[in-house]
């Protein structure tokens, strides 16, 4: 969480904090995948016309990166 708070006023980006322990721990300690996360669930926020990021968004963002994830590995599946 610190490194987001670092980058940005956590209480302008999300719902609560728990949003973003949420999101760090489904980025399984990965920056990268971290970056990703945040980035779908922004995405998925701006789509519902939200002004912060919500479980909801953070929820349906880990979904869509599995699934993503799940395509790469597994291509013909």
């Known amino acids: ?13 999300f719902a609560s904090r728990g949003v ?13 995948d971290l970056v990703r996360l945040l980035f779908e ?3 998925l926020a701006r789509a519902d016309d939200k ?8 929820r349906d963002a880990v979904q869509r ?6 395509r790469t590995l597994w291509p013909y599946h």
């Open 1 to 13: 969480m610190a490194l987001v708070a670092a980058r940005a006023d956590l209480d302008n980006v």
């Open 20 to 32: 973003i322990r949420h999101l760090a721990q489904m980025s399984g300690g990965s920056v990268r």
């Open 41 to 43: 669930a922004q995405s």
């Open 51 to 58: 002004d912060r990021i919500d479980q909801a968004a953070a």
């Open 65 to 70: 990166v599995r699934v993503d994830l799940e």
